[in-house]
Nanobody, 115 residues
């Protein structure tokens, strides 16, 4: 059974930085891709950033130039460096790991940016 676990998050003031990490475990196979979605209260979940197994990255327009997604020391781990945070970046951040048969999600980690 694949397990996806996030770490990091917390509360920061506007303009501050946070780092999120995510690891997929339970299977001896690297994901095709991993990434982050977020959901603010009353809003739909939206894609924030993703990275493929060959290192190709993609970002939502709202975070380009401020967020950086990268691989950890293995292909089952990723990090999300978030800089110049804004109150509208607040929400629950969910990590996903995508395999050819399906996608697995973490439980989410809260990010709160105070003004």
């Amino acid at each position: 059974q694949v397990r996806v676990v996030e770490s990091g998050g917390g509360t920061v003031q506007t303009g501050g930085s946070l780092r999120l990490s995510c690891a997929a475990s339970g299977i001896d196979l690297s994901p095709n891709g991993m990434g982050w979605n977020r959901q603010a209260p009353g809003e739909q979940r939206e894609l924030v950033a993703g990275i493929t197994d060959v290192g190709r990255t993609g970002y939502a327009d709202s975070v380009k130039g401020r967020f950086t997604i990268s691989r950890g020391n293995t292909k089952n781990r990723i990090d999300l460096e978030m800089n110049s945070l804004k109150p509208e970046d607040s929400g629950v951040y969910y990590c996903y790991a995508q395999y050819h048969w399906g996608t697995y999600w973490g439980q989410g980690t809260q990010v709160t940016v105070s003004s």
